[in-house]
Nanobody, 119 residues
Framework: QVQLVESGGGLVQAGGSLRLSCAASGSIFSINAMGWYRQAPGKQRELVAVIPTGGSTNYADSVKGRFTISRDNAKNTVSLQMNSLKPEDTAVYYC?????????????WGQGTQVTVSS
C-alpha cells in the first residue's frame, strides 16, 4: 500500500508561519512530481506549489514570495514553508504525488491538513 500523510497544520495569527510536511510510504519504486494544493470552504481546490524531479519549482501568484516548497528524495517527503500568512490562506492543504508502483505511475493524494489564519 502507498500512503501520503500530511502534518504541520494548525491555527496561527496573520503574519505568522507554518511548515507543512508530507511523507510517502509503502511499496514505492520512485516518486516524480510532488505538489501542494488547497481548498477553502465553498471554493474549488487550487494548486499552491509544485516541485518536479527534473525542473524548477512553480507557485501560485497569490503565494509567491511567501511560500517555499522543497523535497527530500531520500526520505520521500515534500514540505511547504509558509511565511507571512494571511487570512485568505485558510484552507485544507493537500499533498499530491506521482508515484511509480509495480511499473505503473499513479496519482496519490494525502488526507489533508487544516491551516487556519486568524486576523
Amino acid at each position: 500500500q502507498v500512503q501520503l500523510v500530511e502534518s504541520g497544520g494548525g491555527l496561527v495569527q496573520a503574519g505568522g508561519s507554518l511548515r507543512l510536511s508530507c511523507a510517502a510510504s509503502g511499496s514505492i519504486f520512485s516518486i516524480n512530481a510532488m505538489g501542494w494544493y488547497r481548498q477553502a470552504p465553498g471554493k474549488q481546490r487550487e494548486l499552491v506549489a509544485v516541485i518536479p524531479t527534473g525542473g524548477s519549482t512553480n507557485y501560485a501568484d497569490s503565494v509567491k514570495g511567501r511560500f517555499t516548497i522543497s523535497r527530500d528524495n531520500a526520505k520521500n517527503t515534500v514540505s511547504l514553508q509558509m511565511n507571512s500568512l494571511k487570512p485568505e490562506d485558510t484552507a485544507v492543504y493537500y499533498c499530491k504525488a506521482n508515484i511509480v508502483v509495480r511499473g505503473t505511475m499513479y496519482l496519490h493524494w494525502g488526507q489533508g491538513t487544516q491551516v487556519t489564519v486568524s486576523s
